[in-house]
């Protein structure tokens, strides 16, 4: 015990305190890059670059040269790299910072949809109409409130901005109309666009599966915040797309459970982020954690 008085008695707390204030804006700058990036392949981007620098810092530390030297070639190039890719996501973040929404950052994000409800009958309406017309149809339906990146498209499409309607939804798909082969694209309340085409999946699908399962499982592997809906044109049956695994066949009621439990339509449902003070819990009680490892070793030591 005397050992921990002494200890904090010699301690310095001011450089304490400057530490503890620079990890906290580091973890702040860091969780607002996040939010800003939030997509499931740019983390992976992201991942990769902190692995290189753990490895080069590591090979520094062991003193094996020539793969330091590697590693830290490889990192600038990865860091020339991710300035590119990531350009948009920068462009971003910069346009908030400059407009001087950086607590709006910080803020968990929700959707605002009117009668949700509504909106998930009227998709599963025009499904149904389609399946039982074997009419081949594609819907991309984004689930989080977070945009998703044209880029992930092979061919963007049509800007519409429509209210979502079972009608609208049917005309698209039919034969004579020169969106039928592509996706629509539906965000919250409206179709955003529509002839969207899709990468496809390079996963090695049944025969029995067309283009549009193949693309709906291609875009579901790149793109976490989605899900996607296709109505087979041979068939008429009714599959759902989800980080790159094909539910089928599904029946419209089945089709409505799976959205109500999946879309976050209303203001009440799950908040996108986490908030700073659940971020803040956590840290704090990884800190009281290892503070309690802390002190019985010194305990320990002093003993000894």
């Known amino acids: 015990m005397d050992g921990v008085k002494e200890w904090l008695i010699n301690h310095d707390w001011v450089q304490t305190f400057r530490s503890l204030i620079d990890i906290s804006l580091a973890l702040a700058l860091t969780y607002m890059l996040l939010l800003v990036i939030a997509e499931r392949r740019t983390l992976w981007m992201v991942r990769g670059v902190v692995f290189l620098v753990l490895a080069t810092v590591a090979s520094k530390l062991l003193q094996f040269n020539y793969l330091n030297q590697l590693l830290t070639f490889l990192l600038i190039g990865s860091a020339v790299a991710m300035a590119v890719i990531l350009q948009s996501e920068v462009r971003r973040f910069l346009e908030q910072l400059g407009r001087g929404e950086l607590l709006k950052m910080l803020r968990p994000a929700q959707q605002v949809t009117q009668n949700p409800d509504n909106i998930i009958d009227e998709i599963v309406d025009a499904i149904k109409e389609l399946s039982q017309n074997r009419t081949g149809a594609l819907l991309i339906i984004e689930t989080r409130n977070i945009p998703i ?69 291609g875009i579901t592997e790149r793109v976490d ?68 490892l802390i002190f019985p070793l010194l305990k320990s030591r002093k003993n000894i």
């Open 149 to 217: 990146d044209e880029r992930d498209f092979s061919v963007p499409g049509i800007k519409l901005s429509a209210e979502i309607s079972r009608e609208l939804i049917q005309t698209i798909f039919q034969t004579t109309t020169l969106l039928h082969d592509g996706a629509i694209l539906i965000r919250g309340d409206r179709i955003v666009s529509a002839g969207v085409i899709l990468p496809i999946s390079e996963q090695t699908a049944s025969r029995q599966l067309g283009t549009r399962h193949r693309a709906a499982m």
């Open 225 to 292: 915040n989605c899900v996607c809906i296709v109505v087979s044109e041979e068939t008429g049956s009714i599959s759902l797309a989800e980080q790159g695994i094909l539910r089928r066949p599904l029946t419209s009621s089945k089709l409505r459970e799976l959205l109500a439990d999946r879309l976050i339509l209303s203001v009440d449902r799950e908040v996108v982020t986490p908030s700073l003070r659940s971020l803040g819990r956590k840290i704090r009680k990884q800190i009281f954690s290892l503070l309690s």
